[in-house]
């Protein structure tokens, strides 16, 4: 190789490394969750199989609060944002559960009871669209109202939708029953009383075992009506 | 100067597997296994590593990010390598050879087409081997016919486009432009129909109708190779019939349109 050829590559090599030196170094800033894109247009970028970029996206969602240098705390997240992004990650992939498991486990978290309750009210209306995959993240849903909250009538009022709307077979006796046992907690044994006999009649609850640690708990003495016939113990 | 337009009696099936061969013996030696291999290796390692960042649907994650890495990196090599192999056969005129041999046009565009759809198939079953050990055999299945006629349609895009530009970046602008358009069109019908953004009126009439008549002429792409068949549910019966049907449909038609144009080339 020629002398001046092999001068001129140190010399780009050395002016390169000058560039770089005079240039400031990187600040960390954390910078705002974004508003999310419209749903028209992921399902565009996603060109046609929107699952892979659902995925991706959920997995920048959950990582924006470690941006380079900076960790932002979830408590300084634009919650509002939050529930759009969540529901948008839903909307692309309605069969996975994890934005479900986001707004209930992780950002569910934070000590402030107006994002919480945030979070689980879009955990309540995502529910509606497909009770019988989406019941337990209501249930845990109701377990933090009842525990963190301290409001056992919201806790009612997510239980009930369960036993009201996850009929399918993969829900467990357990989901079905919490609005039940949550209202003998709380004393009110002759509604839990009612809505244990509702699920008799609609013969949501039907496994004899299931029946007689349900009335043991509520520890009534009034008839209920008989389990619903030709239903299949569970 | 064009060679005697005869079909040499029946020797045309011969000289047709002849063609494919060779097309399958040439991208051996240009080691695109390797590249088709390399890519599924990165899909694997990029899927496995955001398998592991997922805090839950871990293998979901897995297979639904290896399967659509897989499907458009081959789509990206094999558009690539159709066009720029036909590129440098028609610079190089060793097409001329075989025409000189009284090998038809048709037959050696038909060759070449069969040559780089078996690499697909060749590729495509690899895929498949692996998909089965790991997924349930119908999903596995399903979703690697689908992949093959997705690639059987890009590659004969790719090959319309070289044989009528005969211009590698044009081919590759075009094919990717054309193949983005119909991933996107059943989307892009949803746009232009329920925009509010578009005031009522003849533009968004025109818009929707223009759409519409777009996706009567493009083949539906976002419902081949679906990564939902693999993770969540098969695809609905009769699906896959159909899409073989628009395939073999989309594929004579850019096939017939590109002997339009390769027998109108003088030589």
Not at chain 2, 68 to 89: D, K, M, N, P
Not at chain 2, 108 to 124: D, N, R
């Amino acid at each position: 190789m020629p002398a001046p050829l092999r001068l001129a590559l140190l010399a780009a090599f050395a002016g390169h490394l000058l560039v770089h030196s005079l240039q400031p170094s990187p600040l960390a800033r954390a910078i705002d969750l974004p508003a999310p894109p419209p749903l028209a247009m992921m399902r565009l970028a996603a060109l046609g199989d929107a699952l892979p970029l659902a995925q991706l996206s959920t997995l920048y969602l959950q990582a924006f609060d470690n941006q380079p240098g900076v960790s932002v705390p979830f408590a300084d997240l634009d919650y509002g944002r939050l529930r759009d992004w969540l529901s948008l990650l839903l909307a692309l992939d309605p069969i996975g559960q994890y934005p479900l498991l986001l707004a209930s486990h992780v950002y569910a978290q934070v000590p402030i009871e107006a994002r919480q309750r945030s979070m689980l009210d879009f955990v309540r209306q995502s529910f509606d669209a497909d009770p019988d995959r989406r019941w337990r993240w209501l249930a845990h849903a109701a377990i933090l109202a009842r525990h963190r909250l301290q409001d056992t009538d919201l806790a009612i009022a997510y239980a009930r939708a369960i036993s009201e709307l996850a009929t399918g077979p993969s829900v467990p006796g357990w989901a079905r029953q919490m609005s039940v046992l949550l209202l003998a907690d709380r004393g009110e044994v002759e509604a839990a009383k009612v809505l244990l006999g509702g699920l008799l009649a609609s013969g949501a609850v039907s496994d004899p075992q299931e029946i007689r640690f349900l009335l043991e708990r509520l520890a009534g003495s009034a008839p209920l009506p008989k389990p619903a016939q030709g239903s299949d113990a569970r | 100067m064009q060679a005697p337009n005869s079909t040499a009696g029946g020797r045309w099936p011969l000289q047709l597997f002849t063609i494919a061969g060779f097309t399958l013996l040439e991208a051996w030696r240009s080691r695109l296994p390797w590249l088709l291999a390399g890519s599924l290796a990165l899909a694997l390692a990029a899927g496995l590593f955001a398998a592991e960042l997922a805090i839950t649907e871990s293998a979901r994650f897995r297979i639904a990010l290896i399967a659509s890495g897989v499907r458009f990196a081959w789509v990206f090599i094999l558009a690539v390598y159709v066009i720029s192999s036909l590129t440098r056969e028609l610079n190089e005129r060793g097409f001329e050879s075989a025409l000189s041999l009284e090998v038809t046009r048709t037959t050696w565009v038909l060759g070449k087409l069969a040559g780089f759809i078996s690499l697909a198939a060749v590729a495509v079953g690899s895929v498949c081997v692996m998909l089965l050990i790991a997924l349930p055999p119908l999903a596995a299945l399903a979703w690697s016919a689908s992949l093959l006629f997705e690639l059987a349609i890009v590659i004969a895009m790719a090959q319309f486009f070289t044989l009528s530009l005969a211009s590698v970046p044009a081919a590759a602008v075009l094919s990717a432009a054309l193949y983005v358009l119909t991933r996107s069109i059943d989307a892009l019908v949803l746009i232009a129909s329920g925009s509010p953004l578009l005031a009522a009126g003849p533009w968004r009439d025109l818009s929707r109708l223009g759409t519409e008549a777009l996706s009567w002429v493009l083949p539906s792409l976002d419902r081949f190779a679906q990564t939902g068949w693999l993770v969540d549910q098969l695809p609905a019966p009769g699906m896959l019939g159909l899409q073989f049907v628009q395939c073999l449909v989309f594929v004579s038609l850019l096939t017939a349109a590109a002997l339009v144009d390769f027998h109108r080339r003088d030589l």
